[in-house]
């Protein structure tokens, strides 16, 4: 179903167990679009009550080590997370570059990783603000694109829609100023050439997701827009009411 919108909630550092409340609100939602894949990254603490108790959704890490087991004090590895019901993992996210020092190398080598250990991968990239100022902002994502995605040689193997990139302008994450449309569509084209040059006919299983400010009221507008294949939602997801809102706003009709 890589042609499905992709609708991924980020959960970020936040919930203890008592939002399992709303992951199970979400996975009722989830189940009345099965034209919709959703799924949600929690904390890594809750990976796995998650993955036992919401069936009609995936779920996924945040981020991953990469180096399958070993001497790193307080990491997680892509394999951990397969063992406790992941699918998929974020790696990449503009948090993880800035607060720990991430380059486009080491994202690489972590969604290799998870590849390796039968994870699906979303990529994140997205410009700064000042580049976009600059008017860098397309130079400074094919760079990431072209730099954080796993290899060709590494995924060609896997089927469509394992592979996901997350297009997120900094400056759209958590501030409520959510990127105008044009613009998104005009990122995503340069995204996919960026993929196409990668992976060939591959390509073409890889969605773009928009994240940065999705909610309830923008949602249907960014996902009609051409070349974007679903959202990455971090505060919004929180909620069951805006994620399923969310959700139904990707267009697809629900079953009751
Ligand atoms: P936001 O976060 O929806 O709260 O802006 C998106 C993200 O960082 O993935």
Known sequence: MSSAPYIVGNWKMNGTRALLAEARAINRA????????VALAPPFTLVQSLADEAQAIGVGGQDCHVQPKGAHTGDISAPMLADCGASFVIV???ERRKD??????LVKAKAEAAIEAGLGVI????ETLEERDAGQAEAVVSQQVDNSLPALEAIADLPAGKVSVAYEPVWAIGTGRVAEVADVVAMHKAIRTRIE???GEKAAGVRIL???SVNAENAAA???AEGVGGALVGGASLAAESFAAIIAAAGTEPVD
């Open 92 to 94: 990449g996210h503009s």
């Open 123 to 126: 990529v994140c990239v997205g």
């Open 197 to 199: 040059a990668a992976y």
């Open 222 to 224: 960014l996902l009609a």
């Open 210 to 212: 928009y994240g940065g």
């Open 100 to 105: 720990h020092g991430e380059d486009d190398a």
């Open 30 to 37: 989830a189940a009345r679009y099965p034209g919709v894949q």
